[in-house]
């Protein structure tokens, strides 16, 4: 099918436009934006569109007139600060000329890894969308520091994606997708059209090629096309950096496609299966993986070994013998307590920890498995 058609097909999307789309020069790039727009005008005109956009620190760093590349987390903060008001206005102003109307949303990690918190936003974006309102999503980037922020848009909008449940994830970006080798240095490097499992072959394709504005380059792409892959969202990369982004799209067809093998996911499942935040991990036996595919909760008794440090309560990942990621769920136990009852039977849950808490270290409702 036409990447064009797959795109008119979808009924929600995220689009992620970054700020080597958005600003020239210091400067928002407003012809870029207005012919994007026309372009959603004639191509998505009944599609539900949530988009994420970039440039705040950017724009602000030129309206206070700031040279230098060395700035600090806070100097940074202030620039996105001032910025972000440039950002929206130019959105407002924009997608007014088509007489539609956008919002503004500012989400740290923090807001899409708690769960009740996402689920807030998530309704927050419904009541938009209901209204016709487009929303257009940023970081945080006034409250977020450096150990807890997403510092790129790729992956927040994977996020976005999971949260408003869409179907396609578009990342629009400066050249036409993911090569097999850096163009830049290798004449005979080829688009990658189609990439149905993300290995360490396509992170290593993906790992030299970047951009010069935004944070993120094609690494932070394939991580986000990983996670929405994970919740069954199938995400596409492709060329935005010219005019008419979309109807480029219908002449060239060219873009990286990324098919999700999952099923779709609802609820808890759906946000486990995109969570970022993981905390640690616990390898498991083959006993308890064949329990855990036919949907029984994970017990101590089938727990090998703890990896990392975890709270009770937070996301952690599931692992076999091997190493390989099958799913991730929400611990019921801290990872000191996991390493006391690992191996055991739950009735000797009481005798070991001194108190009587689940059977289980992970229930079955706060567990996503991946289908592969
Ligand atoms: N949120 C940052 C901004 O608006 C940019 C993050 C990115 O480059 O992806 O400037």
Redesign the pocket.
């Known amino acids: 099918m036409k990447k064009l058609q797959l795109i008119k097909n979808a009924k929600k999307i995220v689009i ?1 436009i ?2 080597s789309l958005l600003i020239d020069n210091g400067k928002f790039n407003y012809k870029w934006l207005k012919s994007f727009v026309e372009d959603l005008d004639s191509f998505l005109n009944k599609t539900q569109i949530i988009i994420v ?8 760093k030129s309206y206070l007139k700031f040279n230098t590349h060395e700035v600090n987390l806070n100097i940074k903060q202030a ?2 600060a001032c ?2 008001i440039f ?1 929206m206005n130019n959105f407002i102003k924009v997608f007014e000329e088509k007489k539609k109307k956008v919002a503004q949303i500012l989400l740290t990690f923090a807001d899409t890894e708690d769960r009740r918190r996402s689920l807030n936003s998530r309704e927050t974006i419904k009541s938009l969308l209901l209204s016709n309102v487009i929303p257009i999503i ?2 945080n ?1 006034t409250v977020a520091t450096d150990e807890l922020k ?5 992956r ?1 909008a994977a996020r976005v994606a999971q949260i408003v449940e869409a179907d396609l994830l578009l990342l629009l970006t400066d050249v036409e997708g993911l090569y097999n080798k850096n163009p830049k240095h290798h004449g005979d490097a080829k688009l990658v059209e189609k990439v149905t499992k993300i290995d360490s072959q396509i992170y290593k394709m993906a790992s030299s090629q970047t951009n010069s ?4 380059g094609m690494l ?1 792409k394939i991580q986000a096309a990983e996670i929405a892959g994970s919740y069954g969202c199938n995400t596409l990369i492709f060329q935005g950096n010219i005019e008419n982004p979309l109807k480029n799209l219908k002449k060239n067809d060219k873009g990286s496609l990324f098919i999700s093998s999952e099923k779709k996911k609802k609820g808890m499942k759906n946000w486990l299966a995109g969570s970022i935040n993981i905390s640690g991990a616990l390898e498991i036996d083959n006993g308890a993986i064949d329990a855990l595919k036919n949907g029984a909760s994970l017990l101590p008794s089938g727990i090998q070994r703890v990896l990392g440090k975890f709270s009770k309560g937070d996301i952690i990942e599931i692992k076999d013998y091997n190493g390989k990621k099958l799913g991730k769920g929400i611990s019921y136990y801290d990872a000191n307590e996991v390493e006391m009852i690992k191996g055991k039977k739950s009735a000797l849950i009481k005798k070991t920890l001194g108190y009587e808490g689940r059977e289980e270290v992970i229930h079955r409702d706060y567990l996503y498995l991946s289908e592969r």
Do not use: H, R
């Not at 970039?54 to 724009?59: E, I, K, T, W």
């Not at 997403?150 to 790729?154: E, K, P, Q, Y």
């Not at 504005?213 to 993120?216: L, N, P």
């Open positions: 992620k970054g700020s956009a970039s440039g705040a620190v950017s724009l602000g620039f996105a910025g972000q950002l940023n970081e980037d997403f510092g790129d848009n790729d927040l504005y935004g944070s993120g932070t």
